[in-house]
């Protein structure tokens, strides 16, 4: 019989589908996993409700479960996911493949707010880097620019 | 809620979602074009969200009842089928008004006793979060253009119609705005039919297809 176990160390197997660096559990996404018999249920919550890469998640968590000889059953958490979620193991991740982790606490509600903070560029580490757009290539991503190497890169949000 | 309730707010938000990704590619630079993507992204899946609540009610699914509906049965506001490519200006009064009073909508909505719809406002109050940030800082710097204050002027009855009477109030503090007639939710526009034409094309020409 399947342990829950088991199930966190296969779904930590499954890379998230649009930054493959990191896995499903790296980003905070996997909620509980709970096992009676040959049934497992997992909760869990997508980063952003836009993100299309939902699907494709609850996909490969069915697989995996799957493989182990069990049945899944895949259910959205009622609380909301929150970038806090990301395990230090993911914001590293995230960081040598270069994105930068988000800023740390709540979701900001001001560009003021957002600006106070300064965040660490993933190419060079400089610390020089400014908000170029607010949005990026995802919903959960933001872009900025370093201006000690001249590169753009993307962040993570802070949700 | 109800369903019809529910219906409203997701086909504010789809109908809307749709309107905004109608600048990719032609957004006025290279940052709006993105910006105008990913927030037409999220609000069509904020859109989603609410379509599935609609479904469990309703015994539906979320693309059956953004897709497979006719244009008269939805129950978006006139304020959101409007469209306004290539005028930036007009689009900026829009994005600003809407989020504006779509704050004060699912701020109520947070405090509501149905644990999943206040969780999922609370959600999606933090996602658009973002998208306020985007349209004030907008509206602070179009404030004084002839062409974005007028874009306010004509738009304003539109946005008063986008909520609830009893939460009119809130928009028009927010604003500083004197309340006048709104244009209702009920009727729609002209513009919604090609908006639905082109919007439902793909999944009318093949009934049933999975991809």
């Given at each position: 019989m399947v342990t829950a176990d088991q199930v966190w160390e296969a779904l930590a197997e499954i890379p998230d589908p649009e930054i493959p660096a990191v896995s499903l559990v790296d980003l905070g996404v996997v909620r509980s996993v709970a096992v009676e018999d040959d049934k497992v249920r997992v909760e869990f919550t997508p980063t952003f409700l836009g993100c299309p890469a939902v699907d494709v998640m609850r996909d490969q968590m069915v697989e995996r479960i799957n493989?182990?000889?069990?049945?899944?059953?895949?259910a959205?958490?009622?609380?909301?996911?929150?970038?806090?979620?990301?395990?230090?193991?993911?914001?590293?991740?995230?960081?040598?493949?270069?994105?930068?982790?988000?800023?740390?606490?709540?979701?900001?509600?001001?560009?003021?707010?957002?600006?106070?903070?300064?965040?660490?560029?993933?190419?060079?580490?400089?610390?020089d880097t400014r908000l170029e757009n607010l949005f990026g290539p995802?919903?959960?991503?933001?872009?900025?620019?370093?201006?000690?190497?001249r590169q753009p890169f993307e962040q993570f949000k802070s949700l | 809620m109800n369903a019809q309730e529910l219906l409203a707010l997701a086909d504010d938000e789809l109908i809307l979602g749709w309107r905004n990704?109608?600048?990719?590619?032609?957004?006025?630079?290279?940052?709006?074009?993105?910006?105008?993507?990913?927030i037409a992204q999220t609000e069509i899946g904020h859109a989603r969200a609410w379509y599935d609540l609609a479904a469990k009610e309703l015994g539906a699914n979320a693309d059956a009842l953004a897709f497979?509906?006719?244009?008269?049965?939805?129950?978006?506001?006139?304020?959101?089928?409007?469209?306004?490519?290539?005028?930036?200006?007009?689009?900026?009064?829009?994005?600003?008004?809407?989020?504006t009073a779509d704050t004060i909508r699912i701020q109520a909505l947070m405090q509501s006793e149905e644990p999943v719809v206040a969780s999922l406002a609370e959600k999606i109050d933090r996602e658009e979060a973002y998208h306020r940030m985007h349209a004030d800082m907008w509206a602070d710097r179009l404030r004084e253009e002839p062409r974005f204050r007028e874009a306010v002027e004509e738009l304003w009855p539109y946005a008063l119609?986008?909520?609830?009477?009893?939460?009119?109030?809130?928009?028009?503090?927010?604003?500083?705005?004197?309340?006048?007639?709104?244009?209702?939710?009920?009727?729609?526009?002209?513009?919604?039919?090609?908006?639905w034409d082109e919007m439902t094309m793909v999944r009318r020409s093949i009934p049933g297809a999975a991809w």
């Open positions: 493989e182990l000889g069990a049945e899944a059953e895949i959205v958490a009622a609380e909301g996911w929150s970038s806090d979620r990301i395990t230090p193991e993911g914001r590293r991740k995230l960081e040598e493949s270069g994105f930068a982790p988000p800023a740390p606490g709540a979701a900001p509600t001001t560009l003021l707010q957002i600006q106070a903070v300064s965040s660490r560029c993933p190419y060079c580490g400089s610390n995802t919903p959960c991503r933001s872009i900025r620019y370093c201006a000690a190497c | 990704s109608e600048w990719t590619g032609i957004a006025p630079f290279l940052e709006e074009d993105v910006a105008f993507s990913s497979d509906r006719d244009p008269d049965e939805y129950r978006c506001a006139p304020f959101v089928e409007l469209r306004f490519v290539p005028d930036w200006a007009q689009t900026i009064a829009r994005h600003w008004l809407y989020e119609g986008l909520l609830e009477p009893e939460q009119r109030d809130r928009l028009c503090e927010a604003l500083g705005r004197a309340a006048v007639k709104a244009v209702e939710r009920g009727e729609h526009t002209e513009e919604l039919r090609p908006l």
